[in-house]
């Protein structure tokens, strides 16, 4: 099981795409993985073939567990099969060629100390594959971090499998077309998502693609007391998260409430320009909390346990509810983006998390959070840390409600926020301060575009 994104520290495997005597060669999609994050294709780093299968689908097995071993036709693979079950130490995978859609904008580099790419190791048996990988980003209480490209590799023609994408097969799967009725345009002759979007746009595609049935929703079982449900990667995540959070984390709270007249006015006007232009509240807040951190360099922060890591760039995550939980896409040095480009890649990251499209380096290295509840009907609430962070800052809706100003009640639009702070890097007047620059930017947001 190899870790596959860099918080990854066990995957469940979801189908297996080789069978036991099949020819492997270096490259070939072996099985789909679920991560804590996506669902990542674990791809084949020698060539020989499939001599034995020991994990079965649907086993979450903890990063390092031997799930199968390639070899050649006569090898004695019975010393690797009876050590089966045990995770190895981890060792390094060679890197794979670049996702279908890349990541924009700047790659962060591991700090000094930490290896952006680590080194092979010796194999465990000749010719035999075991396949190992960079160990998980550190939480909080730990001396560094590194962010690690990992993406999905296309697997070589052989005959009986096209080459295709996650997100191809995917779609596909769900609108009925078949994979080798498509021509690929990706690279080395590969299917991705644009060919299968031009298929479908075929008479022959829309036929198979209507008869298809749709994928089942996720739903609890109304028959019986209870019912069971096996927790998936990113619940357990989520859960492990939260437990390092809530309890080690010294958290107080700070809330406060900020006029948003002049942030809707702006939208207003913004919209009439037409939809390219449209922005929302929490874009302009995430440029506020932005502008607001470059200011206040002591809360873009983290806990390393014996230190504390001050952040000279800005990278803004804004939580995602997905079908199986939450997800913190990252807009990256956020302070020097303007509100129309946070818009932009606001909402493109936030369909690739609901399409368990994001890759690694998308929802890792953030340096702040931001939650909003505001869509929901929530006025106000309060947001649980993201170790080793050290604050997020908790949206609520906008409510038209009376307001005194100048002595007089007026009905004003309105928007409470809480800040969640860690006592150990932000005290309190620190946070205060912090809080009131975010609301004076987002109270007067002329400051956010000049």
């Known amino acids: 099981m190899e870790a ?77 099969v009876a050590g089966a079950g045990k995770p190895a130490a981890p060792a390094a995978a060679p890197a794979a060629p670049a996702v279908e859609e890349p990541v924009k ?15 092979a190791t010796e194999p465990v048996a000749p010719r035999a594959q075991v396949t190992m990988v960079q160990p998980p980003l550190p939480a909080a209480g730990s001396s560094g971090f590194g962010v690690v490209s990992h993406s999905a590799a296309s697997a070589p023609s ?53 008869a298809a049935p749709k994928k089942a929703p996720r739903f609890i079982s109304r028959e019986g007391d209870y019912q069971d449900i096996p927790n998936t990667m990113i619940r357990k ?29 702006m939208r207003a006007q913004l919209k009439e320009l037409g939809d390219d232009y449209k922005v929302s509240f929490n874009d302009i807040v995430i440029k506020a909390v932005a502008n607001a951190l470059s200011e206040h360099p002591e809360v873009n922060a983290w806990w390393m346990g014996d230190g504390i890591r ?18 913190t896409p990252v807009i990256f040095d956020a302070d020097k983006k303007g509100i129309g480009q946070i818009s932009a890649e606001a909402r493109d990251l936030a369909a690739k998390a609901k399409d368990r499209k994001l890759t690694p380096e998308q929802y890792t290295g953030s340096t702040f959070s931001v939650s909003n509840l505001g869509m929901l009907g929530i ?43 860690d006592h150990r890097v932000i005290d309190g007047a620190t946070g ?17 575009v000049i």
């Open 4 to 80: 596959l994104s860099p918080t990854m520290e066990e995957g469940r495997l979801v189908k297996w795409l080789k069978n036991e005597g099949d020819a492997v060669k270096t490259g070939d999609v072996l099985a789909e993985v679920e991560t804590d994050k996506a669902v990542m294709e674990l791809v084949a780093r020698s060539d020989g073939v499939m001599r034995k299968r020991i994990a079965n689908e649907g086993d979450s097995s903890p990063v390092g567990t031997l799930l199968a071993v390639i070899g050649t036709a006569d090898e004695n693979i019975d010393a690797l």
């Open 105 to 119: 904008g700047e790659a962060i580099a591991p700090p000094p100390g930490i290896a952006g790419a680590p080194a």
């Open 158 to 210: 052989d005959g009986k499998r096209a080459k295709s994408s996650p997100l191809a097969r995917r779609i596909a799967s769900e609108r009925g077309i078949e994979l080798s009725q498509v021509r690929g345009s990706g690279p080395g002759g590969r299917i991705i998502k644009k060919d299968i979007e031009s298929a479908v746009k075929a008479p022959a595609a829309s036929t198979r693609a209507a």
């Open 237 to 265: 995540t989520i859960a492990k998260r939260l437990a390092e959070s809530i309890g080690p984390v010294p958290t107080y709270y700070l809330t406060a409430e900020f006029d948003a007249g002049r942030a809707a006015d």
């Open 310 to 327: 001050y952040f000279n760039r800005v990278h803004v995550a804004m939580a995602v509810a997905i079908p199986d939980g939450l997800i």
């Open 379 to 421: 006025t106000e609430f309060t947001a649980i840390i993201n170790p080793p962070e050290a604050g997020i800052l908790a949206i609520g809706g906008v409510e038209a409600k009376p307001v005194v100003i100048d002595g007089k009640i007026e009905i004003r639009q309105r928007m409470r926020v809480t800040m969640s702070c």
């Open 432 to 448: 205060a301060k912090f809080l009131q620059t975010v609301k004076r930017n987002f109270e007067n947001p002329l400051l956010l």
